[in-house]
């Protein structure tokens, strides 16, 4: 256990809902990313945090897809109308702000049936 | 061109062996690199992590950076079932983004 959580652990919805995904940091840790991973594949970039400021944010991240970080603590990722290519593990991780070392939560699943 | 390539192997190794498992990587600015496992089903863990040119050991791992030939490789000395997962390389960009490599599975044989 990192002492990164996520919440929800799985999720099964259906094309077209939206939903809501949330990430605990280790308290200490400032730096706060997203990933998407995909079978097969390494986990893709999504969006970063430092504190509550989101500096960064994939060209590849689809409007649908929003972030946020109040207060610098936990993180939601909300996707809306969702598709059945949405299906995937998405990754919250999470560094210290003099560390390149990042730590992952145990993810997501997303099921879009 | 990927950021970061690996072969995917699959590699397998007989238990007690030396499992060696390599990466190169296209910025030539990158000055982070990391080595994670993952089992099937859970979330990437750090393993390793170098900055520096040349060998990092710690236990029965070892991470090796050559910047001039943008290459980083990992071995795994005395191979145990239990190291049977896939191996993902990632490099720190310049920015703050890391980007991760498709991974290498790596099987241990008993």
């Known amino acids: 256990d990192t002492g990164v959580s996520q919440d929800p652990r799985h999720k099964i919805t259906k094309r077209g809902q939206n939903v809501t995904f949330r990430c605990d940091p280790i308290?200490?840790?400032?730096?706060l990313y997203w990933y998407r991973q995909t079978l097969g594949q390494g986990p893709e970039f999504l969006t970063y945090f430092q504190n509550e400021a989101q500096l960064e944010k994939s060209r590849l991240l689809s409007d649908r897809f929003s972030a946020e970080r109040p207060k610098g603590s936990f993180s939601t990722l909300e996707i809306q109308r969702t598709e059945q290519g949405d299906s995937a593990m998405y990754l919250c991780?999470?560094?210290?702000?003099?560390?390149?070392?990042?730590?992952f939560g145990p993810g997501t699943r997303l099921t879009v049936t | 061109q990927k950021e970061v390539e690996q072969n995917s192997g699959p590699l397998s190794v007989p238990e007690g062996a030396i499992a060696s498992l390599n990466c190169t990587y296209s910025d030539r600015g990158s000055q982070s690199f990391f080595w994670y496992r993952q089992y099937s089903g859970k979330s990437p863990e750090l393993i390793m992590f170098i900055y520096s040119n040349g060998d990092k050991e710690d236990g029965r791992f070892t991470a090796q950076l050559n910047k001039a030939s943008q290459y980083v490789s990992l071995l795994i000395r005395d191979s145990q079932p239990s190291d049977s997962a896939t191996y993902l390389c990632a490099v720190k960009g310049v920015g703050n983004q890391f980007y991760f490599g498709t991974g290498t599975s790596l099987t241990v044989i008993p």
């Open positions: 308290s200490e840790h400032n730096r």
């Open positions: 991780a999470t560094r210290g702000g003099n560390s390149y070392e990042q730590y």
